[in-house]
């Protein structure tokens, strides 16, 4: 497609268990950045993906979050033992370049809920 | 603590009125982006303001950026109920590999 794409577009699941998220980016876009936002809240960083690696993880609020982005296209968001607290949307993004002098598209979100 | 303050955090307004909402820091920003977000998609930039002191105008909307380039303000002249939404504003630090840091947004309201 022209856009980023993430599935799924919602997803529930039980406290304490595992969620896979994937993003599919726009053809030759680079960078690729994960938020998650909570409602009423803007956006709030994850981590952001140069090519395969990880250039900032610093926004993964623990150890229970890992992405991953193996051939430099797709990129996967992984939680494990789910929290109530996890429920949001998890917006995924992608540029051409890094976010500086390059405009960013969001896809629509995978909207997490943990019950 | 928030690096990007916006406010109002909600407003509702009647169709054709002004309004104008703010995008404050205490940090310099290389540049300060505007984003507006519908239920149930993904944010899509309005608009880049780079240079301090630059007004750009989309249409109906005029963003600013200030002299300092530390916050920004988006006017909306005459406003629509297709106005209606979250507006974001994001800041980029200008580092390279820096991500945007988002504001929590002006959920608007435009009642016909």
């Known amino acids: 497609g022209a856009g980023v794409s993430q599935t799924p577009s919602n997803k529930v699941t039980e406290k304490g268990k595992y969620v896979e998220l994937r993003c599919d980016p726009i053809?030759?876009?680079?960078?690729l950045y994960w938020y998650r936002q909570s409602l009423g809240q803007g956006p709030e960083f994850l981590i952001y993906f140069q090519g395969t690696g990880a250039a900032d993880d610093s926004g993964l609020p623990n150890d229970r979050f890992f992405a991953v982005r193996p051939e430099g296209s797709v990129s996967t968001l992984k939680i494990q033992r789910t929290e109530r607290g996890d429920s949001a949307v998890y917006l995924c993004?992608?540029?051409?370049?890094?976010?500086?002098?390059?405009?960013?598209?969001f896809g629509e979100g995978s909207w997490l809920t943990v019950v | 603590t928030q690096l990007l303050e916006q406010s109002p955090q909600f407003l509702s307004i009647q169709e054709g009125e002004n309004l104008t909402v703010y995008c404050n820091s205490s940090?310099?920003?290389?540049?300060l982006q505007w984003y507006r977000q519908e239920p149930g998609e993904g944010p899509v930039l309005l608009v880049t303001v780079v240079t301090g002191g630059e007004v750009k105008k989309l249409k109906r909307l005029t963003f600013q950026f200030g002299d300092a380039r530390k916050d920004s303000s988006l006017h909306i002249t005459a406003a629509q109920p297709g106005d209606t939404g979250l507006y974001l504003c994001?800041?980029?630090?200008?580092?390279?590999?820096?991500?945007?840091?988002f504001g929590k947004g002006t959920r608007l309201s435009v009642i016909a």
């Open positions: 994001a800041g980029d630090r200008g580092s390279g590999n820096t991500p945007l840091v």
């Open positions: 053809s030759g876009h680079t960078a």
């Open positions: 940090s310099v920003f290389s540049s």
């Open positions: 993004a992608s540029s051409e370049g890094p976010a500086s002098g390059n405009t960013i598209y």
